[in-house]
């Protein structure tokens, strides 16, 4: 081998670890300043967001917490270009109880607003949020058995407007006592509401610090029939939920 082949070699070598690096950095900064997948493991989210359901997070919703940085380093406390939250919006949240977990939820309470369940209606500031009853959702088991679930529309005071579940009549948090959101705080709930570790819950999440949000669910860019395998390309066409893909997560 001539010293002019050999160049070229490692040229070319060289080249593809450059191109390597740099398209390693740019997936970084999307991740970390703009947009960070995540993926739906559970049901507390029901009808919004399915088990499977793969979505688009905007980081830059409400500015940037140490949480926003891969394996969150404490390089700094508070946020930075921060933007308040809006009632109703559906964000992922470090839970403050458990700081290696991702949640995902609701929020329904602002600072300083007290929240209650009253035989499973939501109570905002002693007012009932106006619910109404829909046409059953009807939920498909990973065994095929189909079942169907109380659905309601819930429309919070500024107008946003979302469906849940009630899966259990006179459920264990369907009466709950006055929770009152500290300053810097926000009130989450899952839309299933009888299937959601949420804030109702204090011992296990409890009222969500600002800091500890991670950014808004934007949109589904993939979905999954539940119990099935991404990796399995060959089972797609038939475990793949077309009709979700591109839904805006509202």
């Known amino acids: 081998?001539?010293?002019?082949?050999?160049?070229?070699?490692?040229?070319?070598?060289?080249?593809?670890?450059?191109?390597?690096?740099?398209?390693?950095?740019?997936?970084?900064?999307?991740?970390?300043?703009?947009?960070?997948?995540?993926?739906?493991?559970?049901?507390?989210?029901?009808?919004?967001?399915?088990?499977?359901?793969?979505?688009?997070?905007?980081?830059?919703?409400?500015?940037?917490?140490?949480?926003?940085?891969?394996?969150?380093?404490?390089?700094?406390?508070?946020?930075?270009?921060?933007?308040?939250?809006?009632?109703?919006d559906v964000v992922v949240f470090r839970n403050p109880r458990q700081e290696d977990t991702d949640f995902i939820k609701r929020i329904i309470g602002l600072p300083g607003d007290r929240i209650q369940m009253i035989d499973g209606v939501l109570q905002i500031n002693g007012e009932a949020v106006p619910r109404e009853r829909i046409e059953d959702f009807v939920s498909e088991e990973p065994d095929g058995r189909k079942v169907a679930i109380p659905r309601y529309r819930e429309t919070l005071p500024n107008g946003v407007s979302y469906t849940t579940l009630d899966m259990v009549e006179n459920g264990f948090y369907d009466n709950t006592k006055v929770y009152v959101v500290p300053a810097g705080h926000y009130f989450m709930m899952g839309d299933n509401r009888d299937n959601s570790t949420d804030s109702r819950v204090e011992s296990a999440v409890g009222p969500v610090p600002f800091d500890n949000?991670?950014?808004?669910?934007?949109?589904?860019?993939?979905?999954?029939?539940?119990?099935?395998?991404?990796w399995q390309i060959w089972q797609w066409p038939w475990t793949v939920r077309w009709e979700r893909i591109f839904k805006l997560v509202r």
């Open 1 to 88: 081998m001539n010293v002019s082949t050999e160049a070229k070699k490692n040229g070319g070598k060289n080249e593809t670890v450059r191109v390597l690096f740099q398209a390693l950095l740019i997936a970084l900064f999307i991740r970390t300043i703009l947009f960070q997948p995540f993926n739906i493991p559970s049901g507390s989210m029901k009808e919004t967001l399915l088990i499977g359901d793969y979505l688009f997070v905007s980081k830059y919703s409400y500015g940037y917490s140490r949480f926003s940085l891969p394996l969150s380093p404490n390089l700094f406390s508070g946020r930075i270009l921060a933007s308040d939250p809006v009632r109703g």
């Open 213 to 230: 949000l991670i950014g808004r669910a934007e949109i589904i860019f993939f979905s999954l029939e539940e119990g099935k395998s991404a």
